[in-house]
């Protein structure tokens, strides 16, 4: 078999996996920590979800989260003079077909200590609600 078949087979198999999971969108919902949407308020910052319920394999924004109870790790960008991220483990009730615009909201912008704030939130059209 030739390469270019090989590459043309391979993206085949992809595409088939991809639309095979997209077409099976049960109840989960997505948290986005972009900021890149709508208005912002003072002193907010993006986030980045690192965990979802101790689960550390979540490296794409947004993140997908079944409905519940669940306990975040979020991180923001430092404060000048500061390294490393402030992270915080933050209770979340995520509703099912949801999309949480997140945000990090300073009470300075020279502190690092931060709360976990929802700006907006959207429901999801792609989605099917169990129940």
């Known amino acids: 078999m030739s390469t270019h078949l090989k590459a043309g087979h391979t993206a085949a198999i992809l595409t088939c996996a991809l639309l095979a999971g ?4 049960t109840n989960t919902s997505l948290l986005d920590g972009s900021h890149t949407f709508g208005r912002t308020e ?3 910052y993006p986030v980045r979800v690192l965990a979802v319920d101790g689960y550390y394999g979540v490296d794409v924004n947004p993140v997908r989260a079944e409905p519940g109870e669940r306990v975040l790790r979020v991180a923001t960008a430092p404060v000048a003079g500061f390294h490393n991220p402030p992270t915080k483990d933050v209770r979340f009730t ?3 077909c949801k999309r949480y615009y997140l945000a990090a909201k300073r009470q300075s912008p020279l502190k690092q200590d931060f709360e976990l704030i929802v700006q907006s939130v959207d429901d999801r059209l792609d989605c099917q609600k169990q129940g």
């Open 22 to 25: 997209c077409a099976n969108v």
């Open 42 to 44: 003072l002193n907010t």
């Open 94 to 96: 995520v509703a099912p």
